[in-house]
Nanobody
């Protein structure tokens, strides 16, 4: 069983930055692709960013391209989401997810493990 623990959420003004972290318990983290998803109030959970096992391949939803950066540190079993130029529409609960595969994935059903989520609120 893999446990994922997100941290770093909070309240920030529009234009500000936050960095989310997701620590994984699994010792085979380095062979797992990781993803970030988010769910805004009253909306379906959506894909935000994903990274493959090595960190060399990343994908983003169009709405965050150029503002968010996903990265990972396999020595620390941690994946990050650097969020810059935040907008009120980025307000959501952000979830970290892990899949038992090397390749990055944008679809939720590809992921096997999920964190509990961390709230990000961007005020205007």
């Amino acid at each position: 069983q893999v446990q994922l623990v997100e941290s770093g959420g909070g309240l920030v003004q529009a234009g500000g930055s936050l960095i989310l972290s997701c620590a994984a318990s699994r010792r085979t983290f380095s062979s797992s692709a990781m993803g970030w998803f988010r769910q805004a109030p009253g909306k379906e959970r959506e894909f935000v960013a994903t990274i493959n096992w090595s960190g060399r391949s990343t994908y983003y939803v169009d709405s965050v391209k150029g503002r968010f950066t996903i990265s990972r540190d396999n020595a620390k079993n941690t994946v990050y989401l650097q969020m810059n130029s935040l907008k009120p529409e980025d307000t959501a609960v952000y979830y970290c997810a892990a899949r038992r595969a090397l390749d990055a994935g944008t679809k939720q059903d590809l992921y096997d493990y999920w964190g509990q989520g961390t709230q990000v609120t961007v005020s205007s």
